[in-house]
C-alpha cells in the first residue's frame, strides 16, 4: 500500500468509504454518461478529499452481489468510513415505514449491516460512521431509529437549503470520550437529516446531544479499535471548522497505527 506523493515514496493508510448505491438511470442520463436503465454508484467528492487530506487513501466500496467478496476487500483497508445516503429501511429495526420514510435502498443496507457487524465483531479496522452510517451502525447492534424527529418537539435538522460547509447548530459531547478529546466539549455542525438514533444497539453510548437531546454521536465500547459515528457531516464542513478535520486525522492516525505504517 505505497502511494506517490511529490516524487517520494510514502506509506499511507488505506481507507474504505461505502458508495451510495442508486438504483435508477437519473445520475447517468442526467449528464449524458450513461444509459436506461442502469444502476449506480455513487460519493459525494467531500469524502474523498476529507481522507486524503487527513493522509489516507481514498478507496470507494461498491454493494457487491455477493456478501462473501466482501471480506477480500477488507483484506485491503486499514480503516472504513461508513457514508450517508438514504433513509436505512425500518424492517431492519423489525418497524413499519413512517409515512415520511425517504428512498431505501435494501440491497446497500443488506451488505453494510452485514460489514458493521463483522468489523465490529471480528476485526480491529478503526470505524468511523456518518450520518445513515451511524444509524446503520447502531441497527446493526439491535438498537434502532426514530423515524421522522418531531420539528415542533426536536427542531429543525434537515437544512437541506444550507450549503455543508455551513455551521447550523451547536452539540456538547460527553466528559471523557473520544469525540470530546478529539474535538472539544461543543462543536459546530452541519445537519442533514431526518432520522436519528433512538434506542442504542449493544455495547454502544451516546458521546453528543443538541440541546433538544438528539443523540448525535456514540461510540462503541466493546472493542479496542476506534469506534465513531456522528450524525452530522464532518466531510461537508472540515475546511470551515477545523475541529472536523480532527475525526478524520485520528481516523487515518487510528488505521495507520493498525496497519503498522507508523
Given at each position: 500500500m505505497i502511494a506517490l506523493w511529490k516524487g517520494v515514496f510514502e506509506i499511507k493508510p488505506i481507507i474504505g468509504i461505502t458508495a451510495n448505491y442508486v438504483l435508477n438511470d437519473k445520475p447517468g442520463t442526467s449528464v449524458g454518461v450513461g444509459g436506461n436503465n442502469q444502476k449506480w454508484h455513487m460519493l459525494a467528492d467531500d469524502y474523498v478529499k476529507a481522507v486524503e487530506d487527513a493522509g489516507g487513501i481514498p478507496i470507494i466500496l461498491p454493494v457487491l452481489q455477493g456478501i462473501q467478496n466482501v471480506d477480500l476487500l477488507l483484506k485491503n483497508i486499514d480503516g472504513l468510513v461508513f457514508s450517508g445516503g438514504c433513509?436505512?429501511?425500518?424492517v431492519l429495526c423489525g418497524e413499519d415505514s413512517h409515512k415520511k420514510?425517504?428512498?431505501?435502498?435494501?440491497y446497500r443496507d443488506l451488505q453494510e449491516i452485514e460489514l458493521a457487524r463483522y468489523l465490529m465483531d471480528e476485526t480491529d479496522i478503526p470505524i468511523l460512521?456518518?450520518?445513515r452510517g451511524m444509524q446503520l451502525m447502531n441497527i446493526a447492534r439491535g438498537g434502532n431509529l426514530i423515524q421522522h424527529i418531531d420539528e415542533d418537539k426536536y427542531g429543525k435538522h434537515f437544512f437541506g437549503n444550507q450549503n455543508m460547509c455551513m455551521p447550523v447548530h451547536l452539540v456538547t459531547t460527553v466528559k471523557g470520550s473520544r469525540i470530546r478529546e478529539i474535538a472539544g466539549e461543543e462543536i459546530k455542525v452541519n445537519s442533514y437529516h431526518h432520522q436519528s438514533v433512538n434506542e442504542l444497539g449493544g455495547g454502544f453510548s451516546v458521546v453528543a446531544?443538541?440541546?433538544?437531546?438528539i443523540i448525535e454521536a456514540i461510540e462503541f465500547d466493546k472493542r479496542n479499535a476506534f469506534t465513531l459515528a456522528v450524525q452530522w457531516h464532518p466531510e461537508g464542513i472540515y475546511t470551515t471548522v477545523s475541529e472536523h478535520r480532527s475525526i478524520f486525522r485520528t481516523l487515518v492516525d487510528e488505521a495507520r497505527k493498525k496497519g503498522g505504517k507508523q
Open positions: 433513509d436505512v429501511s425500518p420514510i425517504g428512498e431505501l435502498c435494501y460512521g456518518i450520518c446531544q443538541d440541546s433538544n437531546g
